[in-house]
């Protein structure tokens, strides 16, 4: 079925679109909200069969509702952070403000036109001959390409991303105690909320993009990377983070400043690594497409070889530790580092995984840090190895796993993000501290309020 997504508090006007809608053929049918807020937390969950969207502006409260309706130019605004996919109708008899809407969701790429809510029958009369215009010369883009298992898919990516998200959390708080970890976390952390950083935020829109397209849409994850970032800038971004994601909202090309980044070089830092397990959570079935969709997502941000290979060294071991999830001892770490290692381009975070996989798991934490880093220079190289070392070591034990990658020091939240994201999928939910789960800032998609 073709669906068009309404915005439209009054009864009236709903039986209208009801009615008009058939004019366009019996397959479609319509989702209304009757306010902004329900409107933008559910209407994702449409766009699969979305061909068509008409948005009001001023809504009245509905008998019974606590809380302000909202207005359109709040659901305009999380459409223009999307990449377009179908029309949009503005219907408001409130000029400037369908002007507002207008402006957002033109700068976000859409297609988008207004409709004057005038005189009797105007549904019949002016909007049924827009949508009709409309639909013919910008019909929707056929941009999501959900697999038939997409929900069991995505509960591994939330796995993933809750992995991610404690280890982010706890890295942080522990990162100028990190020498003492260990004793730490045994006695008992902080109560919470423990706040999150860049790390999980764009692990966030990497899964955010999953579950919308069922793959990596680069232009999509651009968008949404630079939306998170504007409405949460202090989430600890690297400053040529930073510059790129500033760039992209204001209407620059992510290509361009990804391929700009360090005089051209493009960045090896760790932004494409620390946010890459969903993405082998997602296609663990497939190392090949896993190792195509992280490349794909590395490049939006960072496109020097190095931060490509660590993002594609992270989603290989996250997939490779769901997969191993019921092997046991030194042959799973073996297939996991194999995996990894097939996959991985030649480069000097490869041969840093080369190191890792043939380095005991026996050894002491300070004396691995020395010999393949620990983050302390942000790069890939200087982070990967070290990572994947710890979560070969600890795949059964998620607590574990987190105090070896903060007692070494150097990028804690990342060093711990990256082994948190691959080690919840070996270990299962099941196996993170409840209370860790409790403390966590409220995760999208993982905690319900
Ligand atoms: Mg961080």
Known sequence: MKTLLLLEDNSERIE???????????????????????????????????HLISLDHDLNPQPGATRD????????????????????????????????MHNELRFGGWTVERVGPIGEDWVKKLWLPKAREMLKNSPRADIFQLPENHHERM?????????????????????????QASEIIERGLPAGPWFRTDDTEMAI??????????????DALARRF??????????????????QLNEINRGGDW????????????????????????????????????????????????????????????????????LTRNSLGDERRKQFFDAVLEF???????????????????????????????????TAPDTVPFALWVAAKHLDDYAA????????????????AIVGGIVALSAGRENIPTKWRQQKERLPFVDFS
């Open 16 to 50: 209208a679109f009801e009615a008009t809608l058939r004019e366009l053929g019996d397959d479609w049918q319509m989702r209304v909200w009757r306010d902004a807020h329900s409107m933008i937390a559910e209407c994702e969950d449409h766009f699969g069969d979305t």
């Open 69 to 100: 309706p909202g207005t359109g130019v709040e659901v305009a605004k999380l459409f223009a952070s999307h990449f377009p996919f179908c029309p949009i109708i503005i219907h408001s008899t409130n000029a400037d403000r369908a002007w507002s």
């Open 155 to 179: 509960q591994r990516a939330f796995l993933s991303l809750e992995g991610i998200a404690i280890g982010d959390a706890v890295g942080e708080m522990l990162a100028y105690r990190h020498y």
């Open 205 to 218: 829109s990497i899964v955010e993009g999953l579950k919308l397209y069922g793959y990596v849409h680069q």
């Open 226 to 243: 630079a939306w998170r970032y504007e409405k949460e800038p202090d989430r600890g971004y690297g400053s040529m983070t930073r510059m």
């Open 255 to 322: 290509r361009q400043g990804a391929a700009n980044a360090f005089g051209g070089q493009g960045s090896m830092g760790n932004g494409g690594a620390m946010r890459a397990a969903p993405i082998g959570a997602y296609f663990a079935d497939d190392l090949k497409r896993t190792a195509d969709e992280a490349r794909a997502s590395a490049l939006v941000t960072h496109t020097h070889p190095e931060g490509v290979a660590g993002t594609i060294a992270v989603a290989i071991a996250a997939a490779s530790a769901w």
């Open 344 to 378: 991985t381009p030649e480069s000097k975070t490869r041969r840093g995984i080369v190191i890792a996989s043939q380095t005991s798991p026996s050894i002491e934490i300070e004396t691995v840090a020395k010999a393949l880093g620990n983050g302390s220079l942000v």
């Open 401 to 416: 796993s987190l105090k070896q990658a903060i007692l070494a020091g150097g990028d804690c939240d990342t060093n711990a």
